[in-house]
């Protein structure tokens, strides 16, 4: 962060009650609803009238759903439909405190987006976007007012998921920082502090849980289902490489990595993979098209082949485990050491942002800060690639005998 653009001023800001949200998709739709449980009044925006009308339709699901566990009473249900407003013009959004643009990853037109908003908003609303690996400095720059930019990242679903980046640019004020985590915290959400680089902590960290996974396949180690089972039974993850990605979408997940890729000017550490390349460019993308990395039915429950239900070798699993689980302990080693975030934020975004069984820097203790320093000089040693060169902080930490805990 900028220290100079960063200095805490005297007086305390203002707080937020009216939210705006540009984009009725799943993700706006989302946020959409947290703000409005939380009590703030919502307008949603989108040119589609479709898509609003869908967003409408799916939080009455929603919320009735949630009446029926007994999570919310009737009236609450009604409270927060009531906050919030469905609208088809920019401008409807202008007496908003903070506005959150959940569009299309597109830099050019979320820029334009932004550019136009601003003629809109007083001079205090926060314009906030939930990219998930754009560079939050360029969407600052395209505002009058660059201070009143940041990064709020929501994972999906944003209702259940508790992990929220928060994401600085070098011109955001620190009024703006510091209203905008007191704002996510009110939400009853975990705020992780990330810097402004591509990925942020939980898209740059989990990048070798998707890429060593591929890269063991198309070695020929093992198949999809030996590697998920492996990642499962061994490392305790609730859902394996393959077939999370199936769920998050192969065409998506493939444009993340690539997107991290380029922007870290092509370092090896995030190449991505031309098997998951091929399934997305031949329509294989996952449950949404039927078929990806696994077949699924027409309730998007995935159909294994009988040859998959061989029992696995203990020891080839244990091996690929701990490849996979090395790979992502030394990428959160290396983020703490380029201060991306702090080792609380980041073991907090892996957990509450992705659901992994552990934080990897606790894991990283747990497992011995020896034991991590020499599986990954066994894999540079076997390779001779940069993409498996250890992290400095892990030599450090070795030769100092300290742990991240």
Known sequence: MSETNHTKPTNKPNQ???????????????????????????????????????????????????????????????NIQNRINYVTQLKDLADSNVIIEAIVENLEVKKSVFTELESYVSESCIIATNTSSLSVASIA???????????????????????????????????????????ISSWNKTVAVAKDTPGFIVNRVARPFYGEALRIYEEGIADFFTIDSAMKTIGGFKMGPFELMDFIGNDVNYTVTETVFNAFYFDPRYKPSFTQKRFSEAGYLGRKSGIGFYEYDNNG?????????????????????????????????????????SATDIDNAMTKGVNYPKGLLAWADDKGIDWCVTEMDALYNTYREDRYRCSPLLRQMQTEQTTFF
């Open 141 to 183: 720059a395209s505002l009058q007012q660059p201070k009143r930019c940041v990064g709020i990242h929501f994972f999906n679903p944003a209702p259940l998921m508790k992990l929220v980046e928060v994401i600085p640019a070098i011109q955001t004020s620190y009024e703006t920082l510091e209203l905008t985590i007191d704002t």
């Open 301 to 341: 429950k995935m159909v294994l082949p009988e040859e998959t239900q061989k029992p696995a070798n203990t020891e080839q699993m244990q091996s690929i485990c701990n490849r996979i689980l090395v790979m992502l302990i030394n990428e959160a080693a290396d983020a703490l050491f380029l201060n991306i975030a």
């Open 16 to 78: 937020i009650h009216v939210v705006g949200i540009i984009g009725a998709g799943t993700m706006g739709s989302g946020i959409a609803q947290v703000a409005a449980t939380a009590g703030c009044q919502v307008n949603i925006f989108d040119t589609n009238q479709a898509a609003l009308d869908k967003a409408k339709t799916a939080l009455e699901k929603i919320l009735a759903r949630l009446v029926v566990k007994q999570r919310i009473d009737a009236t609450e249900k009604n």
